[in-house]
Every structure is written in structure tokens, then in C-alpha cells.
């Protein structure tokens, strides 16, 4: 059973048939499984702050690996990416949530916007920055681009009380660079500038200093305009890269 932020049960999507997925998932377990460095694995542990077990496979490993899983398979299909998502997040150990994020992020385009509460469960399911940015900005993004009407979602998601939804939301925009909808994005910042917990924080200040790339005038003005509402911690990221 997985759990939520909250340490409620997941209601987990129905999964869908996917002959594709039970080819994935058996070359999987299998080659990650017999890659696995339980010495290495404790100490990944502990530096996510214990949010889930780890095979002990470092990034450029991992994705060494991955390719092998992948390779001469057919490319997904919607219900392929719900089956293998929500599979690897049924897995125990770490590596295969990032799996299934690399997964998604190279197939998005075969989602539609019907993937969204899919990513949704992802996103509040085990949740840590390490996979929770990845979805904002790669898939939640992508989803919302593709389809604007899936704004209204975020618009939801800014207010939830699960702090991940909020920081995915916060985080959704952060590749679109001049298709950004500013107005949204310093709506979304000033409805959490009151928000006392450092991941929000920290989004806050990411997400504006990402549109700084873009717009840096903008930032400037918008955090002049607003000056007082934020805290110190969102400000020195908003403004790293920019002078003040």
C-alpha cells in the first residue's frame, strides 16, 4: 500500500492492460534488481531523509540500465504509461519511480489530458522534490500546455491543502520561458507567499527566478510591487540570477 502526504492510503488509478508494461516492468526488476549495492543504498536512504528504500543505483547507472530495459520495445500508448507508472510506484524501492518519471517524461506526448489525475496520484503518493519537480515541470506541464483547459486543475491544485499539489502548481510553468502566463504565475506566488513550509517557499523563488530567464524587468517590478509579502528565503532565489 502506498501513502499520501498525509499518511493516508493511496487510492490508486485503475491499471489499465498493457502487455507493453508486463514486458517492462518483468526486464525491470530483473536488470535493476540484479544491479542493486545495498551499501550504496543506505546512504541514498538517508540523504532523501528516509521517504522510501533504494536499490542503490547511482543516476548515471540507473539510466544506463534503463535504456537496456527499453531497448527495441514499442513506443507507449496512454494506457501503457498509466500501467507502467502506477506499477513502478507500486515497487517498494525508489530507482523504479524514477524509472517510471524518465519514462514519462520521454512519452508525454502520447498522453492526453486525461492523464492528469494519473499524475496527480503520482505527485501525492510518496512524495519528496526528487520526484514531484520532475512531474511538475516535464508532465503536469506538458499536460497543461497541450491542453489550457487543464489550468483549471492547477487553479486547484494552488490552493490544496497537500503541500506537493501546491509546489507541483507553483512549478507547472517552469519550462514555458515567454508562452508563461504571468498572471497566473504571480497569482499562484502571492496566494502562497504566506506558506511557512520551505518547499513552498523555495518554489515560489524557483519559478520566478526561472521567468527572470525570460522577463527579468517583470520579476524586478512584480517583487518591488509586492515587497513585504514574501519571505526572505523566496526573494534571494527570485532575484539570484538578477540584479535587485
Known amino acids: 500500500m502506498r501513502v499520501?502526504?498525509?499518511?493516508?492510503?493511496?487510492?490508486?488509478?485503475?491499471?489499465?492492460?498493457?502487455?507493453?508494461?508486463?514486458?517492462?516492468?518483468?526486464?525491470?526488476?530483473?536488470?535493476?534488481?540484479?544491479?542493486?549495492?545495498?551499501g550504496r543504498a543506505a546512504g541514498m536512504r538517508a540523504y532523501m531523509k528516509d521517504v522510501a528504500p533504494f536499490l542503490g543505483l547511482p543516476t548515471p547507472v540507473r539510466r544506463d540500465l534503463s535504456r537496456t530495459v527499453v531497448e527495441g520495445l514499442a513506443r507507449?500508448?496512454?494506457?501503457?504509461?498509466?500501467?507502467?507508472?502506477?506499477?513502478?510506484w507500486e515497487l517498494p524501492e525508489r530507482e523504479y519511480q524514477y524509472?517510471?518519471?524518465?519514462?514519462?517524461?520521454?512519452?508525454?506526448?502520447?498522453?492526453?489530458?486525461?492523464?492528469?489525475?494519473?499524475?496527480?496520484?503520482?505527485?501525492?503518493?510518496?512524495?519528496?522534490?526528487?520526484?514531484?519537480?520532475?512531474?511538475?515541470?516535464?508532465?503536469?506541464?506538458?499536460?497543461?500546455?497541450?491542453?489550457?483547459?487543464?489550468?483549471?486543475?492547477?487553479?486547484?491544485?494552488?490552493g490544496d491543502d497537500d503541500l506537493w499539489l501546491a509546489r507541483a502548481a507553483l512549478l507547472h510553468q517552469l519550462r514555458y520561458k515567454e508562452r508563461t502566463d504571468t498572471e497566473r504565475l504571480f497569482g499562484y506566488c502571492l496566494r502562497q507567499s504566506g506558506h511557512q513550509d520551505f518547499f513552498i517557499r523555495k518554489a515560489i523563488g524557483w519559478s520566478l527566478r526561472e521567468y527572470a530567464r525570460t522577463d527579468p524587468d517583470a520579476v524586478r517590478a512584480f517583487l518591488a510591487r509586492e515587497q513585504g509579502r514574501f519571505a526572505p528565503l523566496s526573494v534571494r532565489e527570485a532575484l539570484k540570477n538578477i540584479a535587485a
Open 4 to 38: 499520501t502526504a498525509d499518511g493516508t492510503a493511496a487510492r490508486t488509478p485503475p491499471v489499465p492492460h498493457s502487455p507493453l508494461a508486463d514486458t517492462v516492468l518483468e526486464r525491470l526488476t530483473a536488470v535493476y534488481g540484479a544491479a542493486a549495492d545495498p
Open 76 to 88: 507507449p500508448d496512454e494506457a501503457d504509461c498509466t500501467a507502467v507508472a502506477v506499477r513502478c
Open 99 to 158: 524509472f517510471a518519471v524518465d519514462y514519462l517524461r520521454r512519452h508525454v506526448r502520447r498522453c492526453s489530458s486525461g492523464f492528469l489525475p494519473v499524475a496527480r496520484h503520482l505527485v501525492t503518493t510518496v512524495p519528496w522534490w526528487d520526484t514531484v519537480d520532475l512531474l511538475a515541470a516535464h508532465v503536469v506541464g506538458a499536460l497543461v500546455a497541450a491542453d489550457p483547459e487543464l489550468t483549471a486543475d492547477m487553479d486547484e491544485w494552488i
